[in-house]
Each structure stands twice: as C-alpha cells, then as structure tokens.
C-alpha cells in the first residue's frame, strides 16, 4: 500500500506542477482572446461612429443605435459610445436610460478621449460584477471626437475557462487513477516476487538448503537479487557438506588409530612393572600411532581447506617456482640416495591459486621419493601443452595401474595397506587444481614408474 500511494502522490504532485500553471495560462489566454475580439470591434465601430458624432443627426444616432444593439444581443457586450465632452450620444441598453448620462469621469473614457486605446477589468457597482473592458477613441483627422467603449462580464471567461478546467480535472483523474491500477499491478508482482523469496529464506534458516529461488521471473534487480541468494545458498550448501565430510572422514579414519594408541598405551601400563623393555616398545608404538594421527589431521585440514577455496586466482612463473622446489628436496633426495632434477624453460607463466603450485609439487615429489628406489631418477618437468602449460613429476617406481591411476585421487586411497601416508596427498592435489582451473592425473610409465601430471592454463 506504501508503494501505491507513494506512485499516487508522485503523479498528484505531477500533475498538480503541470495543471495549475495551465489553469492559469488558459484564464489568461481567453481573456486576451477577448479583449483581443473587443477591441477589434470596437475600432470597427469607431468607423461606424465617425460620421454620427461629427455631423450628429436625429436619423444617424438611430442608425448607431440599432447597430449597437445588434452588436449587444449577437455577442453579449454592452457598447457605450460618447462625444468628446464625455456624454453618451449611444447605448445598447433596450430602455437607453444611460443616454445623456455623463462618462467624462470614468479613467478608461479619459484615456480615449485623450486619443489613448484602453483595456482592462474594472468591477461595475450598478451591475455588481467584474467586467472587461476596451475602450477606443473615435477620429476625425487628428481630432479625437469621441470614444467606443465596450464591456465583457468577466464571469463568462471565467466560466469558458472553467469548463475547460474541468476536461484538464477529468484527464488528470483519468491519469492518477491509471498510475494507481499500473502501480497496483506492479506492486502486486513485486510483492509476489518478495514474498517467494521471503518463503526461500525462511525455508533457509529452517535449514532446508536444497531451496532456491526463482531466478526466472520478476524485475532485474529481484532476479538479480534471487541469483545472489542461490549462490549465498549453494555456498552454504556446500560449506555444511564439507563440514559434515571432514566430521565423518575424521571420525572414520581416526577410529582406528586411536583404539591401537588406547591399546597399546594400555599393555604399556601393564608391562611396565613386569617387562620394562615390552612397555617401552609400546610406547614407541603408540608414539608413531600418535604421529601417524596428527598427519591425519593435517592432510583432513588441508583437504578441508583445498575444497572450500575461493580465493582468486593469480598470475605465477611454473618454471621458475618447480626450480625452487627441486633445490628444496634436493638435500632429502640425496639421503636417499635418488636423483631429482628439473627440466624447465626459462619462464613459464600460469594462473592459479595462491601456494597450490608449490603443494603440488611438494606433494608430487614426497610420493615419488617414497617409492623410488635407490640410484634412481626423479625428473621434474615444465613443457608447453596443447591445453596449457604441463607440470609433470615422473620416477622409476613401481608404478600404478590405469584403474588404480583414476581412484589414487580419492580420499583415503593407498596402492596397499604398506604403502605409507594418509591417502590425502593426491586428494588434495585435486582440490588445489580444481581450485586454479587445471586439471590433474597420473600416467603409467613403461617399462616402470609413473608420472604425476597437472596442466594449468596459460596466463595471458
């Protein structure tokens, strides 16, 4: 109701600033118009005058009389007509009581008289109304021998301009009730609109994070409005889910070590009187399932972190940051007696997300050096790719097959219960691509070893 009244009160006031003025303009117009039309006629019958007020005859004056007279009862305007001493020679009153009577003192006969043409409104006590009037002088030569003054009521401009007042009121009721059904109609569908989104969001923080709003209909700024609301709700949606996954893997996953500390911290409690040296072994047992744990934790965090990622993607040199790693491992690839080495262009320029290309190599090379045997090679590797730019990491391990290459990216997932780590590296190599639009995989090698491949787009 507020936005229809305040759609009414805004046309009102429009039309109000435009109508009045009007209004105004249109009085003033009909009463020039009028005396426009006056004072015509009365020079016209300043010429009809001429001959009566100079050579003045008992058969002229009657002449001007009926001429008078017809003038009044054709148009309504009541004609005076004196000599030059003021006196009223002619009327077009029916009983011409006025005949005779002296006009010298009236301002707008002065005015004539003194060869001056005079318009204006005057009110008339004898006729008890406002009046128009044009009064004229009537020459002979350059003698001025008398005036012609002929007066209007002024009710009936006022009336003429009334009746057109009342169209312009009609047009504008016409107008304001108009705006007030558009404005109730789109008022309507706007409250509508509001309204399914209201019922969306309510439906939100009943916790329902299926719903979504309709993105389809209504004006732009509520479409608009409804597509932020599906991306807040869909972010929302996968928040939670995220939550809820990092909640059930780490509840799954640390079940089991937990109850091996718990029991090997319980035999350790047992044997401590009995076998120092049994306790002990438990107790470094328990130790490693204590370590083993806190990487759990860690590799879930980072996963966690990789998956909720939205930070913006940013220009880096691949060759550049693949060249610091390798010197990085390098000290830890020599205790294991495996030889790493880089092969990349002098610049290599990619988009990603901010540390993604680091732990991607990072975690590329720790599962190459826990694999690779001894005397062998790692090669880290920076090429150009049909799709981007290619950073691979290949060894000389064992290998996998093209089935276990496709679910090494799944959480959890060990080649073999041997095979050291959480089974989160490769996790969250994917997340940290997926992050950064690139895309990742693994490749068996023959005769042996595997290569670890992301490509990233190139930077432009």
Known sequence: MRFIAAIAAVTLLVLLVQDVPLAFYMHQ???????????????????????????????????????????????????VIVNASGTAIVTSDDDQATVGEDYSTRPEIQAALAGSIATGTRFSSVLNQSLLYVTVPVFNGANTIGAVRLTYPEDIVTNAVNAQVWVLGLVALTTLLLAAIAGTIFARGLTRRLNALEVATEALADGDLSVRADTRHGPPELRSLARTFNTMTARLQALINLQNGFASDASHQLRTPLTALRLRLERASDLIATDPQGAAERLIAAEREADRMSDLIEGLLQLSRAESSSVAQTTVDLAEIANARVEHWQPLADEHGVMIRCEAPSSARITAVPTAVEQIIDNFIDNALSVSPAKSLIIVRVAPDRDGIALSVLDEGPGLSSEECLRAFDRFWRASS?????????????????????????????????EARVVFQTAR
């Open 29 to 79: 117009n009909e009463q020039n118009k009028i005396t426009g039309t006056l004072q015509r006629d009365a020079l016209v019958l300043a010429g009809r005058s001429q001959t009566a007020l100079w050579s003045p005859s008992s058969a002229s004056t009657e002449q001007l009389s009926t001429l008078a007279a017809d003038y009044h009862n054709s148009g309504g305007a009541r004609v």
């Open 418 to 450: 041997e095979t050291p780590g959480t089974g989160l590296g490769l996790a969250i190599v994917r997340q940290l691509a997926i992050a950064s639009q690139a895309h990742a995989e693994l490749i068996p090698r023959s005769p042996r070893g595997l």
